[in-house]
């Protein structure tokens, strides 16, 4: 899978402390996208499935695991064998995936890496963000986009309306905010 940035514990996407996942390359570039460096399929770093749960530190059993990007479902093929994995390993594992598309129109694409992905995961936030729908609470970016919750309802009862949180991380001598921005006042 080509990342673009990999994180634990990540505590603001999600139930947790989850193993964060950026995906590297995304062709939809939705004005306002909180991050357009991202979206260069020839930039980040392939990783095996191994290799990314490798960040998960031993004897951990982490809360869930949140795929962003980028694009998760641009590298169809490679994002379902990272679920498969992790729920390999964390059998009810949390897995929740941020997409730029609808769920309609992943279904669309009659894809079977999508498919079986999108029967596995646990929540998906879709759809394009627009900055002018963006109320600044919930877990998502903008209004329009929906939280499908497939599994664990009890978890993300409060995922339209929970306060937004910023978690600061430093990397490599950059500092990362990790979460969803509130919007603008």
């Avoid at 963000?129 to 963006?134: L, Q």
Wanted: glycine share 10%; charged share 25%.
């Amino acid at each position: 899978m080509r990342t673009a940035m990999l994180w634990y514990p990540v505590r603001t996407l999600g139930y947790g402390e989850r193993l964060g996942v950026w995906v590297q390359g995304c062709s939809r570039h939705c004005e306002g996208c909180i991050s357009p460096t991202f979206r260069d399929a020839n930039q980040g770093t392939l990783l095996t499935p191994e290799e990314i749960l490798s960040r998960i530190p031993e004897h951990v059993i982490p809360d869930g695991l949140t795929v962003s990007g980028g694009e998760p479902f641009e590298q169809p093929e490679e994002l379902l064998a990272l679920v498969r994995l992790f729920r390999e390993r964390y059998a009810d594992g949390d897995i929740l995936v941020f997409s730029g598309y609808t769920l309609a129109q992943l279904r669309e694409m009659q894809c079977p890496a999508v498919s079986e992905t999108l029967e596995r995961i646990s929540v998906l936030v879709d759809g394009a963000y627009h900055p002018e729908k963006n109320s600044g609470v919930g877990l998502r970016g903008s209004d329009n986009q929906q939280i499908h919750v497939f599994r664990h309802a009890r978890r993300y009862a409060d995922a339209e309306n929970a306060p937004r949180r910023l978690q600061g991380v430093l990397m490599e001598d950059r500092l990362w905010l990790i979460g969803i921005p509130p919007g603008a006042e």
